[in-house]
């Protein structure tokens, strides 16, 4: 990222956990909820009327009050307007560069072993 670079911060749906409000990191409201076969597709709606999709196997009432959680590492940050496919890229590309591509900067080389005889 460059500095002061217009960021997105995602938490993809199927991150999200449905919980009390008073255990949830925020509060939302459940507007809609659509049936997928093997999850519910739920929009909630928080205090700033963003809206927040989430999937969970489990049915909310519409109208509830619910809490939503997710774990740190469910936080990614992307370019603004970076697709999926983009942010998955500029990691991969993150990782190539923190690969030793010399062989002898490995943190796993044999150390050479010499006969004191």
Same mark, same amino acid.
């Given at each position: ?55 969970? /196997?489990? $049915? ?5 009050r =619910?809490?939503?959680? #997710? +774990?740190? @590492?469910?936080?990614?940050?992307m ?17 190539d560069?923190?690969?030793? /591509?010399? $062989? ?5 080389? =044999?150390?050479?072993? #010499? +006969?004191? @005889?």
């Open positions: 990222m460059r500095k002061n670079e217009a960021v997105e911060v995602v938490l993809r749906p199927e991150d999200l956990d449905l919980t009390t409000p008073e255990e949830g990191k925020l509060v939302v409201t459940i507007k809609n909820q659509s049936f997928r076969g093997d999850y519910y597709e739920i929009m909630a709606q928080d205090e700033d009327l963003n809206l927040w999709q989430v999937q969970v /196997t489990n $049915p909310a009432e519409i109208g509830a =619910v809490g939503l959680t #997710f +774990d740190p @590492e469910d936080i990614h940050v370019r603004y307007n970076e697709s999926e496919e983009e942010f998955d890229a500029r990691l991969e590309a993150y990782e560069e923190e690969t030793p /591509t010399d $062989p002898s900067d490995s943190a796993d080389k =044999v150390p050479e072993v #010499f +006969d004191h @005889e």
